[in-house]
């Protein structure tokens, strides 16, 4: 899979959830939309996929290979039942050239390049950190008492911030401004806990996967979206968590908490860092205020769009199962007549050599089994009998050189083949008319009684 397919797909995916999260984000569980964004990391990361016949993009090959079906005879066009829309797009490294695609050389910049300011303003900002000062306070060992992790926590101060963040991954620490009221213990309460859920969540790791994501996909916008959307989520849920976990109605005063910490942003502000502030404060504030128990039907709609998202969007066509052969081709090709059985007799002719007859038979059987839709050809022969009788008649009436008349027995279904047939019946003698011309190859014109 190569990696505009991989940017391609996770796009589509990226679209459905940014259009659900505009219609549901205060109607569903805020951990539904870290589900759907892991989903889409997953697309964006991940070099290989799962088929589903339950795809949009199984659904899209089907109705393409539809649209063209009609002129794949006639007008030679290629088939449709492509593995999937984004099978079509180039391949971002140039395989068949010996050297290095310019367009490789461009991705490869804006990989280092994203790279390099996630990786510089991290460092910076870490070195900064270093001279943070341990917390002394009795409230904080309360706290850190109570609530025990398995990863060792260092709660910090420093006087380079003005807003509470989280950083580390395996060796986390808390970080306060040194200017924090360290006697307002339900502010406190409120900080603590909403970094710790960072801390538990391991959102610091998973904002790392999500920056990695961006610096390989950096050409695509739907990703930069996806990035935006997601850290604005990430706070939504912990907000949700904080309130729910606290217990009572804090909506009013947790928010009032968020207001007051937003107007003393820090100014070394670094994706890695889970700030307990957001620039979507607006949306947060909001989204605390519609904070509620969720029923057991919310729940269970909530799994069902994940899962429906899943399977339509994270999935890829299933017409595929390897590079040989398809399911879905298998099905197309059904579509048409079968001429699996079909039994050819050429009798011997003074007026066209056996080839001559074979060419002629060829046409029709592929005509047959393009077009004549649930009917199965049984016979097909050349009788110079009936063809003595009429091929003057037709090679004048196409302005021919010669015709050749060929004969023909075939079933048809229960549904009547494409409708304009006997259902259950049996067509003998169908004849079938060819006209070529001096050095041109047969040309079929009509068939029927």
């Known amino acids: 899979m190569s990696l505009l397919n991989m940017s391609f797909s996770a796009a589509v995916l990226i679209l459905a959830i940014v259009i659900i999260r505009a219609l549901l984000l205060h109607r569903l569980p805020k951990k539904t939309f870290l589900i759907l964004w892991g989903m889409a990391l997953c697309r964006l990361l991940i070099p290989f996929e799962f088929s589903s016949r339950f795809s949009i993009y199984s659904a899209i090959a089907m109705l393409t290979s539809r649209f063209y079906e009609a002129d794949l005879s006639m007008a030679e066009v290629p088939s449709a039942s492509d593995r999937s829309i984004a099978a079509n797009l180039v391949t971002l490294p140039g395989t068949t050239s010996a050297s290095i695609s310019p367009i490789l050389i461009i991705w490869f910049i804006g990989l280092v390049g994203c790279a390099l300011f996630f990786l510089l303003t991290h460092l910076r900002c870490r070195k900064e950190y270093k001279t943070a000062l341990p917390v002394d306070n009795e409230f904080v060992k309360h706290w850190q008492h109570k609530n025990p992790m398995w990863r060792k926590i260092q709660i910090r101060q420093s006087d380079i911030i003005f807003a509470p963040l989280t950083y580390g991954i395996f060796r986390p620490v808390v970080l306060l401004p040194t200017q924090t009221d360290w006697t307002d213990e339900i502010r406190l309460r409120y900080i603590f806990t909403h970094e710790f859920v960072h801390i538990r969540r391991f959102d610091t790791l998973t904002k790392l996967v999500m920056a990695t994501a961006l610096c390989v996909h950096w050409f695509n916008p739907l990703v930069w979206v996806m990035y935006i959307l997601a850290n604005r989520d990430i706070e939504l849920s912990n907000d949700e968590t904080v309130v729910k976990t606290i217990g009572g109605d804090i909506r009013s005063s947790y928010a009032l908490t968020l207001i007051a910490l937003e107007e003393t942003k820090g100014r070394c502000v670094f994706p890695l860092l889970n700030f307990f502030s957001n620039n979507a404060i607006v949306e947060r504030i909001t989204a605390i205020m519609k904070i509620k128990k969720y029923t057991i039907p919310v729940v269970v709609v909530a799994i069902l769009l994940v899962a429906g998202v899943a399977v339509a969007f994270a999935t890829s066509n299933a017409a595929y199962d390897n590079n040989d052969a398809s399911i879905y081709e298998d099905e197309e090709k059904n579509k048409g007549g079968d001429i699996s059985n079909v039994e050819r007799t050429v009798a011997t002719s003074e007026l066209y050599s056996e ?37 003057d008649e037709w ?11 060929l004969l023909s027995n075939f079933d048809v279904d229960s549904a009547g083949g494409d409708g304009s047939m006997e259902p259950n019946s049996t067509y003998s003698d169908w004849l079938w008319i060819l006209v070529r011309n001096e050095g041109s190859d047969w040309e079929l014109k009509t068939w029927g009684y």
């Open 395 to 405: 090679a004048k009436q196409y302005d021919a050189d010669e015709s050749i008349v």
């Open 355 to 391: 080839q001559d007859i074979n060419e002629a038979m060829d046409i029709v059987v592929n005509y047959f089994q393009s077009d004549f839709e649930g009917c199965t050809l049984t016979d097909l022969w050349y009788d110079e009998n009936v063809c003595v009788s009429q091929s």
